[in-house]
């Protein structure tokens, strides 16, 4: 067997951030630190962060007053951060900045009166975050049938937004379909789909053709895994999306000569790993890396935190 490994995969500038920042947050304070969410959607990592003393809570309500809190890199509402403010918490923000953009587009649209269509997954903690910075501004739609079924008000003042995380063709349909029914609906200047969902998205499209079998680790509740995983089933290849090794079968492989492995950008590389390592155990499978395109991103700390992690790696 030979594995096929795309690269870029894996974490991105912002997982790597929340991350960075929940662990100097636990050596900071000490644990319980308090996380709104869970920090990346991937189980690996939040089941490290638990044994550490991290505390997921989906409510501000379950943070007991005082404590130290951590925003996941998914981002939250105002009213999120007002009732942190109410509970007089020590609230640090691991928001990732490109949902933070997201987030400043939605208030500008919102302040000059236009109404926000936002493409996005109902109920995934970023779409909940930025839909409640413009509650009665935003309008929610997932497909193409929710386009045709949407009522505005003033069609002169009509803005798009996108969630960070979204499959490149889907929304680009979507895209269409509102230009279509809207001509003058407006967005912002630079895409919202985030560089490092194009860039795996991008590696899964060009290197799924040569390949048998497709294997994503991601978590099930990763939206941008989750769209890796979808790319390659709708290229016709059998695709797993896994958290681990743990999740295959021999079976999975059945005649397959080329798997690629992927990432999703929350799934560490020690899962893709302990995979790789497995298809050798089973397979004798070779390695060859595949690099589609470089990625040099980084994002800073929050600013409460800087300081501390200077002091951490003088050491
Ligand atoms: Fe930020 Fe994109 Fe990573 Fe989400 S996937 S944390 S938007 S860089």
């Known amino acids: 067997m030979k594995i096929i490994l795309a690269a870029p995969r894996g974490f991105c500038a912002g997982v ?8 100097l947050t636990l050596q900071k304070f000490g644990p319980p630190v308090y996380v709104y969410h869970e920090i990346v959607h991937n189980q690996y990592v939040v089941n490290t962060f638990r044994d550490k003393g991290a ?20 981002g939250v ?34 302040k000059a009166g ?24 935003i309008l929610l739609v997932e497909d193409e049938e929710d386009v045709d079924k949407l009522e505005v008000k003033d069609e002169s ?21 509102l230009r279509e029914r809207f001509p ?5 200047p630079k895409d919202d789909i985030c560089y490092a969902t194009q860039n795996r998205q991008e590696a899964v499209r060009i290197l799924s053709d040569d390949v048998d079998v497709v294997v994503v680790l991601g978590s099930q509740n990763s939206s941008n895994s989750q769209r890796l995983r ?18 295959l079968s021999i079976e999975n492989f059945s005649n397959a000569s080329t798997v690629l492995i992927t990432a999703g950008a929350s799934a560490p590389e020690s899962v893709v790993q302990a995979t790789i390592d497995w298809l ?19 994002f800073p700390l929050p600013k409460p935190l800087r300081a501390f992690a200077a002091e951490v790696r003088a050491k």
Do not use: W
């Open 16 to 23: 790597n951030m929340a991350i960075d920042s929940l662990d």
């Open 55 to 74: 505390v997921f809570v989906n409510t501000i309500d379950e943070v007991p007053e005082g404590s130290v809190l951590l925003f996941s890199a998914h």
């Open 77 to 110: 509402s105002p009213q999120v951060r007002e009732a942190a403010r109410a509970r007089n918490l020590n609230a640090l923000d691991a928001t990732c900045p490109l949902v933070t953009k997201v987030h400043l587009e939605a208030i500008k649209y919102a």
């Open 114 to 137: 236009y109404t926000i269509i936002l493409i996005g997954h109902d109920g995934h903690d970023e779409v909940i975050g930025t839909m409640g910075e413009a509650p009665e501004a």
């Open 157 to 177: 003042k009509l803005a798009y937004l996108t969630q960070t995380t979204l499959s490149v063709d889907d929304a680009n349909r979507v895209i269409r379909r």
């Open 184 to 188: 003058h609906i407006e967005s912002p």
């Open 230 to 247: 979808e790319l390659a089933a709708d290229d016709g290849k059998p695709a797993y999306l896994i958290d681990g090794p743990a999740d």
């Open 280 to 298: 050798v155990e089973h397979f004798d499978a070779t390695v060859e890396v595949k690099q589609i395109r470089e990625e040099s991103v980084q």
